[in-house]
């Protein structure tokens, strides 16, 4: 008559005990057999072989395990621990699917080496792959634009999983077919130039608006009590985030305009939305010392942003997507605002950007004309701000 899986259990138990490991790898093998899958007996199992000096057989019972809980964390860094003790290759790639499974609860110390060990050995692997890749890449990198060498490092590091694939995500309107780019290349917008040769004119009209005794400034995020924040918790009507509004959904404020000729002045080169109740929008936005703005996405993918920096002590950045830019005065950038963004001003010194708006160059005219009539009309229709 076959033994109860608790009998094989405890026979096992005691065979272990007695280092008689190949004895209690031979009843453990039957527990596992004797009853429903049971991942815990297979890495229990995998735990003496591996004790017993064969790997092998231990790594046959960690696959098994694996079939049951694909995703268990002990198993996956066991797999990889026993493929590295084997001289496998995989064992590169394989401990990355461990350290991707890191529970959040803390872990032993015992673990904890193990993980680190085989954190350095997975980025030496990653390290080893890249390499290769690129070697193979070389000679079309060598040929590419500045743009489309961008991308194909990005290609590249997607592929290594060191960065991921972010996407426009926007929260109310969301016009197809339009490219995803996180930060686009300079080349679509001519007036860039123009307008950073005249940021010392720029900053001025910053201080001379600052200075105004009618000013307004006001906080950048302004939620009702009752619509829900999320995100926005912390800076809902905070005054560490805070713009001084030039354009406002398409209206100029005049108390701020009338110090800034020569900045409005610029941004008709910019071909900026025109729709009513909505756009264009063109703000300087300050954010004070050691403030983050969380991550979020906007409003509407038929247009994109761009940032002028004016005042950016060291060690100020801005993430949009995988890739993060540190602000340099004078050095403006376009980027899609429905692709989650983040910003940090982790210094003493207040941070001031000059923000606006502009349409998404892949728009037709006709598009942009039906993107403003839609646009326009649910802005029209909204209800008054209690």
């Known amino acids: 008559m076959t033994a109860s899986r608790p009998a094989l259990l405890a026979e096992a138990d005691r065979a272990a005990a007695s280092h008689d490991f190949g004895q209690a790898a031979k009843l453990l093998d039957e527990a596992a057999r004797a ?44 797999r990889a621990s026993l493929l590295d003790r084997l001289g496998e290759p995989s064992a590169g790639e394989a401990w990355g ?17 193990v993980l680190a060990e085989g954190e350095r050995r997975h980025a030496a692997w990653l390290d080893a792959r890249e390499a290769r890749w690129a070697a193979g890449m070389a000679d079309a990198e060598q040929r590419a634009s ?8 990005r290609f590249r590091s997607n592929a290594l999983r060191r960065t991921r694939p972010y996407h426009s995500e926007p929260t109310h309107f ?48 302004q939620y009702a009590a009752h619509q829900p924040l999320r995100q926005w918790q912390a800076l809902n009507r905070n005054p560490d985030w805070t713009a001084i509004h030039l354009l406002r959904n398409g209206r100029p404020v005049e108390a701020n305009v009338r110090h800034c000729p020569r900045t409005l002045a610029l941004l008709d080169l910019v071909p900026q939305p025109g729709i009513n109740g909505a756009s264009p929008n063109a703000m300087f936005s300050l954010l004070a010392p ?18 002028l920096p ?19 005065r004078g050095e403006a950038f376009v980027f899609d605002d429905t692709i989650e963004h983040e910003a940090m001003n982790p ?9 606006f708006d502009l349409w998404h160059p892949d728009l037709s005219e006709i598009e942009r004309e039906a993107v403003a009539a839609l646009i326009g009309s649910d802005a029209a229709n909204a209800p008054a701000a209690p």
Not at 180 to 204: N, Q, Y
């Open 146 to 153: 500045a743009d489309e060498r961008a991308r194909i490092a």
């Open 35 to 78: 009853g429903p899958d049971d991942a815990a007996i297979l890495m229990k199992l995998a735990g003496i072989c591996r004790a017993a000096g064969q790997p092998r057989a231990a790594l046959e019972a960690v696959h098994r395990a694996l079939a049951i809980a694909p995703l268990d964390f002990t198993a996956l860094l066991l």
């Open 97 to 113: 699917h461990a350290i991707a499974q890191r529970p959040e609860d803390p872990l032993p110390p015992q673990i904890l080496q």
């Open 174 to 221: 969301s016009f197809p077919g339009l490219r995803e780019r996180e930060f686009h290349p300079r080349s679509p917008f001519p007036w860039l130039a123009a307008i950073e040769a005249e940021t010392g004119t720029i900053a001025a009209e910053l201080d001379a608006v600052m200075a105004a005794e009618r000013a307004e400034l006001v906080p950048y995020i």
């Open 347 to 355: 210094s003493d010194r207040l941070r001031v950007v000059l923000i």
């Open 310 to 328: 004016l005042i950016v002590p060291e060690g100020c950045w801005f993430r949009v997507g995988a890739e993060t830019r540190h602000w340099r």
């Open 290 to 307: 050691g403030t983050a703005i969380p991550p979020h996405v906007g409003v509407n993918n038929a247009r994109l942003v761009c940032h």
